[in-house]
């Protein structure tokens, strides 16, 4: 898939039912999420969101029709306060009308853009911080599209940005890790508890799995149980499980993403872990 297509793909699937995904979550369950972001209600992450597309866009544009742009250095706190009170006076309906044609106009400027211009590493840098980062960063309600792509196009080049990494021994020590293979190891383990948590949910819409008890015991357990095996061959169990989680996904109905328990395993598990340990 070209870089195009899949930026294309992040603002005609995800970002379209992003509102939507969120609206069928339970009232506490919704406002909680959010809080946890760091608003005081959903449509404040709205306008955060919709200023970085009206900030970002037209410089986009014009390193694609190489033009002049303002190289902005960013006071990120002031400019996200700026973006919540900008819209905070506007009635329900007309922001929500405006966020969706703002979304749709992104869609429709990148779509005319000449497919060779994605290469540019400035025009890659700001679409993955704007519509695709931010989308996991603002995850509230998992959909399908975000978990699959997180599966083939970020955790699916994970070994590869490691291996051209000029900073391999500063990000294991940030992340605690002995080799790089133990981090391997540590997520496809818990991609077995989510599998485990998917297969049992869906046998059981009410099942509920805790998973381990003491999650620092059991990461402690993983890096001790594969300590013997080599890297080649944590490498190659990496692979096997990420496409075998892959097929588990692509083989659910949208409608799985409603139950609370394959949600929140999945986001935790793919998405969320996928930032935690990001290169």
Known sequence: M????RTLDFLEIEWTTYI?????????DGMQR?????????????????AWWEDVMPVILAIAENREFEKKKYDFDAFNA?????YKGWDE???LAHFEKSRQKAAADLRSINEAVFDDRRIQGRINGIFIHHAREHLVALSKFLTMDTLEHEWGTYIAKFDASDKKEEFLKKQGAARFEDLLAHAFVWWDEGVAAVKGALKDPAFVYPGPADTNAYNAEIVAKYQGTSEADLRALFEQKRLEMIEL???LPESAFENPTIEEWLAADVVEHFDEHSI
């Open 2 to 5: 070209s870089y195009k297509q």
């Open 20 to 28: 939507q995904r969120f609206k069928r979550l339970p009232e506490l």
């Open 34 to 50: 959010v809080r946890r972001q760091g608003y005081d209600q959903f449509r404040d992450m709205l306008a955060h969101i919709l």
């Open 82 to 86: 700026e973006a919540v009170a900008k």
């Open 93 to 95: 309906t007309e922001f």
């Open 249 to 251: 996904v692509r083989g």
